[in-house]
């Protein structure tokens, strides 16, 4: 089985700062992965997804991404903060251990300071 | 397009009740999951439908059961309600026979158990 860690449950950035939410992730197959931002009392968005190709995804709101296969990382990043970026993020992995499950990690909340 | 819709937002129930949690698809989606997502937590997989039918089922017991509608609506259906159980339920919809296809997800329904 795969499964996700996210190192941090908490990080705290200033706006304008580098946005940089850690997700490592153990699979024995190539893995698809996800990452998907959550707002107070909403459900989940996605933001972008690694499935084969291109190692740098770029997402939606100025986030990407880049799967590094050698370091089983997929780490999201965004050059400068926003105030609305404030939100839990979830890095997700699936693959033909899991099938169609998507197997989420913890989860890193952001809070963007003035 | 509404996206994936669920009922009711927020619920209360005892121990020992049972309870069903609904959900509508995107338009144009064939499949259905269910997670549960535990107070700071990641979301966890119960299960999924397809066709009607239960494709994968993570590590939940007996007591959640499914059930998915020819116009591709599904239901949760929880017996024997714990205080365990309280959570936040997530429906997603995603389209074809496909692992990497992107899944969205509905805003959830909030369940006390008290």
């Known amino acids: 089985a795969q499964s996700v860690t996210q190192l941090g449950s908490h990080v705290s950035v200033s706006e304008g700062a580098l946005v940089l939410l850690r997700c490592n992730y153990s699979?024995?197959?190539?893995?698809?992965l996800f990452w998907y931002v959550q707002y107070p009392n909403q459900g989940l968005q996605l933001l972008l997804k690694?499935?084969?190709?291109?190692?740098l995804v770029k997402g939606i709101n100025g986030f990407e991404a880049e799967f590094k296969k050698s370091e089983t990382s997929f780490h999201l990043t965004k050059p400068s903060a926003h105030m609305s970026d404030a939100a839990e993020y979830f890095c997700a992995v699936t693959s033909g251990n899991s099938g169609y499950a998507l197997n989420f990690g913890k989860g890193t909340s952001l809070l963007v300071t003035p | 397009d509404a996206g994936v819709t669920q009922s009711p937002t927020h619920l209360i129930k005892t121990r020992g009740q049972q309870v069903t949690l609904r959900c509508s698809p995107k338009?144009?989606?064939?499949?259905v999951s269910w997670y549960q997502q535990a107070l700071g937590q990641g979301p966890q997989f119960i299960f999924q439908?397809?066709?009607?039918?239960?494709?994968q089922r993570g590590n939940f017991p007996d007591r959640f059961s499914g059930h998915q509608f020819p116009n591709y609506s599904s239901e949760l259906n929880v017996n024997a309600l714990l205080l365990g159980d309280s959570a936040l339920y997530l429906c997603a919809s995603s389209s074809a026979n496909l692992m990497n296809t992107e899944a969205f997800f509905g805003q959830g329904t909030r369940l006390t158990v008290v």
């Open positions: 338009s144009g989606h064939d499949t």
């Open positions: 439908y397809y066709e009607e039918e239960e494709r």
């Open positions: 699979s024995s197959v190539p893995p698809y």
């Open positions: 690694y499935t084969t190709g291109a190692t």
